[in-house]
């Protein structure tokens, strides 16, 4: 069919729902004295919300734009279209909101956050624009100041780049705290450096027992420098108080109120990396009541421990994979494969090129780990594994499909999936995870810390498009991606997050800084990796990711049209004015230049 004669019948097509909505309500039309309970037609709903006068990508290919959306009381979308026509669906309960032009898309889902330690974050030590000795140790004083003795100050976001590239040791900051324990973690969170008051109170000296999988740095002297990588980081953070339930509660509300901003609605949780009794108690005493109370204003998708299938098999056979109000959902499970780049624990097939003693590390044994995943597939369970070196995916993908092999009682292919997907071994392990249906659950801010340590790290094969952040190169294998932010160990800026992966570079980066453009993805592909492919990640694209009737009202309302900056290029991107969930308003920008009140 020629594509004139295919718009002409997908416009007959949406003509033919406007007329089809329009005949069920319009006894409710003509009679607006009707009781807001009764109606003439069992078919037709009330109308709680509509928004006109917008420029909205729907994210559905069939009706890809509109001007107007038209919301059901039960927080569906009942109609979108035209304004003119969305308007004479108008009934007396309706709230009507011009938005005089604004951007509209569906809320936007991060597919990949810690929760509650973002929460947290918020008031931690911010050290991502540290750029020197001196300016590490005077953020840490300040915070010391503030804090009682002997509490701890925590911290978060440097990176040895920033300075020339040599590690950091307790010396930096022992002078600005002698008493309060301190802790910082590296951005990528698999190495932090604490100073001396911390490693006295964990008893960390030469002669402590490591863990597998982390390591402990040591001196000239032999004695510890205040850095612990990956497993290690245990041996100071057990000794940490954790939050007591009220800390809980504030900092999902903390990051609630944060994540909204953003234009966010739905977030995967991936949970603590500490103990494991701690992402269990976020879920039963945080989330579930506040799921039961009505408090909880996004969607959250919780990943419990792999280690832990057994409990989340049980709690499936009692209370299914959902909550009933909508916003709270598990069923998936979390492990490590391996640690970062950054650190050099990111397993790699072959030596780093700037440190061949090392290919990086298993964080979790390959036998475990596997045997972990046949059971957990067995239960018919999600499975989420962080891998961001190239042998490190490669063996996620082979305990995945030994497990669809195995398991043949469950129908396939399955929708497990990798975290990370940093750094791939080339076409063979692309094909891997399409014929698998393994979702890459992708992070493009890393993008622009590991850009600049990129080749000194993996040479320039491996640190090409074709290797590393390959996003264009998956898409055309027919990978299925979504995008996320990993906060806290970045900002969650998804809209910072979408330019990224389609101009490699930040808007404030040159067009000739970009990093390998040839791995660049088209701004629709980045639009609906955070939306349509990141629901599917979470297997929730039957009710959002989309704006179409039936679909959740989940929305994000912007100050400027994002297709167009992000096809442009522009260095300064929208603003997030407001953001609805089911129909309700959940964020309003003071500085919107509409009315959001819905008042006339």
């Known amino acids: 069919m020629p594509v004139s004669e295919t718009r002409q019948h997908t416009l007959l ?27 003439t037609h069992q078919n037709c709903q009330k ?9 909205i990508w729907t994210g559905d290919d069939q009706v890809p734009e509109a001007r107007a959306c038209a919301v059901q009381a039960n927080g569906q979308v009942a109609a979108v279209g035209g304004s003119a026509e969305m308007l004479l669906l108008q009934q007396q309960a309706t709230t009507v909101t011009d938005l005089q032009g604004a951007f509209m898309m569906p809320g936007l889902i991060d597919a990949h956050v810690h929760l509650l330690g973002g929460g947290q974050s918020l008031s931690w030590v911010d050290l991502r624009h540290a750029n020197s000795k001196a300016a590490v140790a005077e953020a840490v004083k300040a915070a010391v100041a503030q804090a009682p003795s002997n509490q701890w100050v925590m911290g978060h976001g440097w990176e040895e780049a920033h300075w020339g590239g040599a590690l950091p040791d307790a010396d930096w900051i022992d002078g600005a705290s002698s008493v309060n324990p301190v802790l910082l973690y590296r951005m990528d969170v698999h190495m ?9 109170l964990a008893g960390i000296d030469s002669t402590t027992e490591v863990p597998e999988g982390g390591k402990v740095v040591l001196g000239s002297s032999n004695e510890p420098t205040g850095i612990l990588v990956d497993n290690a980081i245990a041996l100071v953070t057990s000794h940490i108080p954790n939050l007591n339930l009220d800390g809980k509660i504030q900092a999902l509300k903390a990051a609630v109120d944060h994540i909204v901003t953003r234009g966010v609605t739905t977030v995967c949780d991936m949970g603590s990396i500490g103990e494991v009794e701690e992402v269990w108690e976020a879920l039963e005493q945080v989330y579930m009541p506040a799921a039961d109370k009505g408090a909880l204003p996004i969607r959250v998708f919780a ?13 499936v056979k009692a209370k299914g994979r959902a909550h009933p109000g909508g916003h709270l959902h598990w069923g998936g499970l979390k492990a490590f494969a391996d640690g970062s780049l950054g650190s050099r624990t990111a397993l790699m097939k072959e030596p780093y090129a700037d440190d061949a003693t090392t290919r990086g590390i298993r964080l979790t044994p390959y036998s475990e780990l596997e045997e972990l995943v046949q059971a957990a597939d067995a239960a018919d369970l ?27 009682h469950l129908s396939s292919p399955r929708r497990h999936r990798i975290e990370h997907v940093q750094h791939v071994s080339g076409p063979d392990a692309m094909s891997a995870f399409s014929q698998q249906q393994t979702v890459a659950v992708v992070n493009s801010l890393h993008l622009l810390s590991d850009m600049h340590i990129m080749t000194d790290r993996l040479g320039k094969q491996r640190g090409s498009a074709e290797h590393a952040f390959a996003y264009n190169a998956m898409l055309k294998a027919g990978v299925q991606l979504a995008f996320a932010s990993d906060w ?37 592909e980045a ?11 979470c297997g929730l694209e039957g009710s959002i990711g989309v704006i179409r009737p039936g679909m959740q009202a ?27 969930v089911k129909g309700q308003l959940q964020y309003d920008s003071a500085q919107a230049p509409f009315d959001l009140s819905g008042k006339a």
């Open 303 to 315: 990943m419990l421990p792999l280690t832990t299938w057994p409990r989340l098999q049980q709690l």
């Open 13 to 39: 097509l949406y003509w033919a729902g406007i007329v089809g909505l329009a005949a069920l309500c319009w006894p409710l039309i003509q009679d607006q004295s009707l009781p807001s309970h009764h109606t």
């Open 554 to 580: 989940d929305f994000m309302v912007l100050d400027g049209n994002l297709l167009d900056v992000l096809h442009r290029g522009l260095n300064e991107l929208p603003t997030v004015k407001a953001t609805y």
């Open 382 to 408: 999600q499975i989420a594994i962080h891998a961001i070196g190239d042998q490190a995916n490669d063996d996620v993908l082979a305990m995945y499909s030994h497990a669809q092999s195995n398991n043949t």
């Open 527 to 537: 639009m609906r990796a955070h939306t349509k492919g990141a629901a599917f990640a």
């Open 47 to 55: 109308l709680s919300l509509i928004l006109h006068n917008a420029t």
């Open 488 to 524: 806290p160990v970045v900002p969650i800026d998804p809209l910072l997050g979408m330019y990224t992966a389609v101009h490699r570079r930040s808007p404030d980066m040159p067009a000739s800084q970009a990093w390998h453009i040839e791995g660049a993805v088209t701004p629709e």
């Open 192 to 200: 932090v450096l604490i100073n001396t008051a911390a490693l006295q």
